[in-house]
């Protein structure tokens, strides 16, 4: 079975550029959430979805949105890129909401010039 | 929010050697998991533990939920365990199921 598949897999961008991050969720799994690695440091929740809705964000600007689909696939978008979005965007995957197993998918990797 | 600690920040082994890998955290939780995060960024599954103890061969796990810590032991340490060794937690009493992480551990395991 194929696991969390992330696209594309590195990113360069211009500041102010807007960027699309896509995932796909291990079959069967309802639950996606994104998360921000900077350098040296651990992953940072951005958003949470379940069933399509939102279930909870992290300390993030408005400038970063999310939305999941009915096949529970997801996409982040960051507007108005800034120097300092450049990170390793990493998406997650579980089965139901609650604090079941989360699996992780290879990754973006995002670069803001 | 909840806390994370991870002890100790870095750790150089012999190739061989045995560990111990800590995580404190500071309020009860409903999810644990250790990863290993290799060269190319991706978060490998270790363990799912929210208590007790579990074991995958070379490695195993044990989290005490009620003294809110975990330890991963790696033992006869190889080349190819070197890397970040995160450990994440779900608060119990968090209104969503995010995971916070720990800082991460670098090991080192040198030939």
């Known amino acids: 079975d194929a696991g969390v598949t992330q696209s594309p897999t590195h990113l360069i961008k211009t500041r102010g550029q807007q960027v699309t991050l896509r995932c796909s969720p291990i079959?069967?799994?309802?639950?996606v959430s994104w998360y921000q690695q900077v350098l040296g440091q651990g992953p940072q929740f951005i958003f949470q979805?379940?069933?399509?809705?939102?279930?909870g964000r992290g300390n993030f600007p408005d400038r970063f949105s999310a939305r999941q689909f009915p096949n529970y696939s997801s996409e982040l978008n960051v507007n108005a890129l800034l120097l300092g979005d450049s990170a390793l965007y990493l998406c997650a995957s579980s089965l139901v909401q609650g604090g079941t197993e989360a699996f992780f998918g290879q990754g973006t990797r995002l670069t803001v010039v | 929010g909840i806390q994370v600690e991870q002890s100790p920040p870095d750790l150089i082994l012999q190739e061989g050697a045995n560990s111990t890998l800590r995580c404190n955290f500071s309020d009860s939780v409903n999810n644990l998991q250790w990863f290993h995060q290799n060269p190319w960024g991706q978060l490998i599954n270790l363990f799912y533990?929210?208590?007790g103890t579990k074991q995958n061969g070379r490695l195993s796990a044990t989290t005490v939920a009620t003294e809110r810590y975990s330890l991963l032991y790696i033992s006869s340490s190889q080349t190819t365990d070197s890397g970040v060794y995160f450990c994440?937690?779900?608060?119990?009493?968090?209104?969503?199921?995010?995971?916070?992480f720990g800082k991460g551990i670098t090991l080192s395991v040198r030939p």
């Open positions: 533990i929210p208590s």
């Open positions: 994440a937690v779900v608060q119990r009493t968090g209104a969503n199921s995010k995971l916070t």
């Open positions: 079959s069967g799994h309802k639950s």
């Open positions: 979805y379940y069933e399509k809705e939102e279930r």
